[in-house]
T-cell receptor, first 113, second 111 residues
Framework: DTAVSQTPKYLVTQMGNDKSIKCEQN?????MYWYKQDSKKFLKIMFS???????INETVPNRFSPKSPDKAHLNLHINSLELGDSAVYFC????????????FGNGTRLTVT | QKEVEQNSGPLSVPEGAIASLNCTYS??????FFWYRQYSGKSPELIMS????GDKEDGRFTAQLNKASQYVSLLIRDSQPSDSATYLC???????????FGKGTSLLVTP
């Protein structure tokens, strides 16, 4: 059974479009995250939710909007996609801080053309 | 965002040797430290976590933490070609609700 699953695995779209990435975890964790990994492989935190409440919102354009319908799901909606949004987006989860490590999903490779 | 620094490498070691990966961090109050391994095209997977000063061993892996020097390292004994990957150092943030990652060290183990 997949612990943290995200869909789709690949997403190719044109500039200006709106797209969503979905994430679900079955680990019973309280905290979920979105990370962006750029072409230089640097993993950067975007958002963190704890029990459906937004905890961290790093300097991310407001075209990115996370939504957490319940503590097992954290989706990411991106409006008006730009070329610079091309990256791999990872969802992750952890026990409520100061808990243990993050468990990552398999990533979504977003390519904006 | 507080910084986590790693040498990007590549670090090349022969099969059977010890690989030593280093990481420094800037936030003195950090309490939790992690090493992740990431193969190309895959997601990061946890190798080790360490919370107290000293050494922690798990199989061929040893994590070392020195909070006074703000330094954490990972030793891989008897390196295997399958250990070739990027190793990411991660430090829990002040808020406790995220990890800050270094840019990773690329390790190449040659047969």
């Amino acid at each position: 059974d997949t612990a943290v699953s995200q869909t789709p695995k690949y997403l190719v779209t044109q500039m200006g479009n709106d797209k969503s990435i979905k994430c679900e975890q079955n680990l019973g964790h309280d905290t979920m995250y979105w990370y962006k990994q750029d072409s230089k492989k640097f993993l950067k935190i975007m958002f963190s939710y704890n029990n459906k409440e937004l905890i961290i919102n790093e300097t991310v354009p407001n075209r990115f909007s996370p939504k957490s319908p319940d503590k097992a799901h954290l989706n990411l909606h991106i409006n008006s996609l730009e070329l610079g949004d091309s990256a791999v987006y990872f969802c992750a989860s952890s026990l409520e801080a100061p808990g243990g490590p993050l468990h990552f999903g398999n990533g979504t490779r977003l390519t904006v053309t | 965002q507080k910084e986590v620094e790693q040498n990007s490498g590549p670090l090349s070691v022969p099969e059977g040797a010890i690989a030593s990966l280093n990481c420094t961090y800037s936030d003195r109050v950090s309490q939790s430290f992690f090493w992740y391994r990431q193969y190309s095209g895959k997601s990061p997977e946890l190798i080790m976590s360490i919370y107290s000063n000293g050494d922690k061993e798990d199989g061929r892996f040893t994590a070392q933490l020195n909070k006074a020097s703000q330094y954490v390292s990972l030793l891989i004994r008897d390196s295997q070609p399958s250990d070739s990957a990027t190793y990411l150092c991660a430090v829990r943030t002040n808020s406790g609700y995220a990890l800050n990652f270094g840019k990773g060290t690329s390790l190449l183990v040659t047969p």
